[in-house]
T-cell receptor
Framework: AQSVTQLGSHVSVSEGALVLLRCNYS??????LFWYVQYPNQGLQLLLKYTTGATLVKGINGFEAEFKKSETSFHLTKPSAHMSDAAEYFCAVSPEDSSYKLIFGSGTRLLVRP | EADIYQTPRYLVIGTGKKITLECSQTMGHDKMYWYQQDPGMELHLIHYSYGVNSTEKGDLSSESTVSRIRTEHFPLTLESARPSHTSQYLC??????????????FGEGSRLTVL
């Protein structure tokens, strides 16, 4: 069955440092891939998504992610962390059976130290 | 900004009570979803609707029920709440299904505590 693995339930970086949040998926077909962000006491909102075309996807707030089919990965990066980036980040992937559902990872909480 | 609203945001009730979590969206989306979110766990889909009078159960077994009588409204009901139902419930909607590449718009969630 399709699955999504987010390595590290918590990631801590200093303000201004590189942010790298890891996401790997299991799929035998090219999926749709998403990153959602959840700020405290709010719902999830879309950061970026990959459907087809360019494998480097740019999103909001300076985030980007690269689809690497050979590594079945879709890691999220940002060159310089800001305090406002502190939130929980969820990777999601479309299922192999092309159904309507999205499969979410368990989330990574990003902490940004001053 | 997404126009999808959930009420109540927080609810503490006793075992055996009937509760309804409300979800409304003003975007005219056909697809609506209920997810259950627990700390450190994946979001689990518990109900899905692809239009008026259509509902399906999701991957996670749930004792809750839903209805979709109007496009904009997708309430979730628990007939008899138990402590195991304590969780955060997230409602979402989309024009295109998430599994087909569509963006989901989420409400702020309803945090339910059953004593």
């Amino acid at each position: 069955a399709q699955s999504v693995t987010q390595l590290g339930s918590h990631v801590s970086v200093s303000e201004g440092a590189l942010v790298l949040l890891r996401c790997n998926y299991s799929s035998s077909v090219p999926p749709y891939l998403f990153w959602y962000v959840q700020y405290p006491n709010q719902g999830l909102q879309l950061l970026l998504k990959y459907t087809t075309g360019a494998t480097l996807v740019k999103g909001i707030n300076g985030f980007e992610a690269e689809f690497k089919k050979s590594e079945t990965s879709f890691h999220l990066t940002k060159p310089s962390a800001h305090m406002s980036d502190a939130a929980e980040y969820f990777c999601a992937v479309s299922p192999e059976d092309s159904s309507y559902k999205l499969i979410f990872g368990s989330g990574t909480r990003l902490l940004v130290r001053p | 900004e997404a126009d999808i609203y959930q009420t109540p945001r927080y609810l503490v009730i006793g075992t055996g009570k009937k509760i309804t979590l409300e979800c409304s969206q003003t975007m005219g989306h056909d697809k609506m979803y209920w997810y259950q979110q627990d700390p450190g766990m994946e979001l689990h889909l518990i109900h899905y609707s692809y239009g008026v009078n259509s509902t399906e159960k999701g991957d996670l077994s749930s004792e809750s029920t839903v209805s979709r009588i109007r496009t904009e409204h997708f309430p979730l009901t628990l007939e008899s709440a138990r402590p195991s139902h304590t969780s955060q419930y997230l409602c979402a909607s989309s024009e295109v299904a998430g599994g087909h590449g569509g963006e989901l718009f989420f409400g702020e969630g309803s945090r339910l505590t059953v004593l």
